[in-house]
């Protein structure tokens, strides 16, 4: 894969230091008495169900499946977790009618320990220049229990440029990286805005 490093860096936010890492159960045992604590660890669903990760798997976060949704037409489904889905991506690009309005939306699983804020980094680039570089934060999630067996995340709404300019093919770089700089997913893939479906 090119090197993509200088395009696809996180912002960072002056100050903020990652919290020391802890277990589910030290989570679970920490400041019993704290409201404000419980009620973070209450929306990260810490102690909700039976952990469903694969103690053999080593990953802590596995994306499972993007998908591009446009009002009125199917989604249009990228399977993540097909074991030859990220090799064929980059050379099976489907279309974007100009000036539609979408959302992106991801799947995924967290395994074994709190994921402290997973973000989502894309550059899209067109006959080799970049014409924009998005990032998502995503949040932090506890560990997926039999309670809550998958995370769904929706993007803000976009609108495709539009245009005789815009039309074209488009390559693009996604990345899902959290707050101890650990990559989950890097991936190369490609679209083409036409003036139809």
Known sequence: MPDHDEDLVASKTEGFKVGEKKSIN???????????LNRWKASLGLNTGTPI????????CIIKSL???????????IDLSA???LTTLK???????????????VNFQVHHEVLSGLKYLQVVKR???RVSKDEE??????????GKPMYEKKFNAEEAPSGIIARGH????????DDDDHTHLQFEWSFDIAKDW
């Open 170 to 177: 488009y390559n693009a770089v996604s990345k899902f990286i």
């Open 83 to 85: 074991s030859d889905a």
């Open 91 to 105: 050379d099976k690009p489907f279309t974007i009618k100009e000036g539609a309005t979408y959302c992106v939306k």
């Open 67 to 77: 998908a591009l949704e446009v009002d009125g037409r199917p989604d249009v489904v």
């Open 137 to 146: 934060m995503l949040g932090s999630y506890a560990p997926n229990t039999t």
């Open 127 to 129: 006959k080799g220049l």
């Open 53 to 60: 990760g694969d103690p053999s798997d080593p990953r802590k």
């Open 26 to 36: 030290e989570y679970a045992e920490l400041d019993k008495n704290d409201e404000s």
